[in-house]
């Protein structure tokens, strides 16, 4: 299976960014053919601009800008989120991401006001998070990317894909330990994705 490894954290030295490496690395060993997308190494530019605005919805001029990341998110089969969660969003190069490259076209057609989800190739998704807060402050302030992944999303993809939630919560508490046993964990559901 293809599956695409989206990852938007800027530090090589991060615990993000092992992370990361850990899901590839892991996907491989399954059999995966990976394509690994690091939207900040390979330059991706996340701002909406107001020409990119203007030709929103005219296919195929709204593609031109992001084309190369169209055709990887329309080759993959399946889709792995790996990101920090900041201010209980996504990073704004992840964000960004997805209102450049989730268009009209891509991820779903619109016709007389309908929209239709047009990413069902993709078979299977997961996401692996690290976030700062507890999980109650996530729970308590909505956890927006959970609710992203595991409802916007999965509502994008093959009907009834399985999806998988990793994260790690309390970063700001975090040991070697903790950190151990998410990157086993990780690593587990990886080969077995």
Not at 152 to 177: F, S, W
């Amino acid at each position: 299976m293809r599956v695409l490894v989206l990852h938007s954290h800027p530090l090589d030295e991060s615990f993000g960014r092992a992370l990361y490496k850990l899901t590839c690395e892991s996907l491989e060993k399954a059999g995966h053919e990976v394509d690994g997308c690091n939207l900040y190494e390979e330059g991706f530019d996340p701002v909406l601009s107001a020409h990119d605005r203007r030709v929103y919805h005219d296919i195929p001029d709204n593609l031109l800008l992001v084309q190369p990341y169209v055709d990887r998110l329309k080759k993959a089969e399946g889709l792995v989120i790996v990101t920090p969660v900041w201010n209980f969003g996504f990073p704004a190069m992840l964000k960004g991401y997805f209102d450049r490259v989730w268009l009209p076209g891509v991820s779903f057609d619109l016709v007389d006001g309908k929209l239709t989800p047009t990413l069902r190739h993709i078979k299977k998704l997961a996401a692996v998070m690290t976030y700062g807060a507890t999980p109650m402050r996530a729970f308590l302030a909505g956890n927006p990317p959970k609710k992203i992944v595991k409802r916007v999303i999965r509502a994008q993809i093959k009907i009834g894909a399985p999806v998988k939630y990793l994260a790690h919560y309390d970063m700001n508490n975090c040991t070697e330990e903790t950190r151990a046993a998410f990157m086993a964990k990780v690593r587990r559901e990886m080969e077995n994705f």
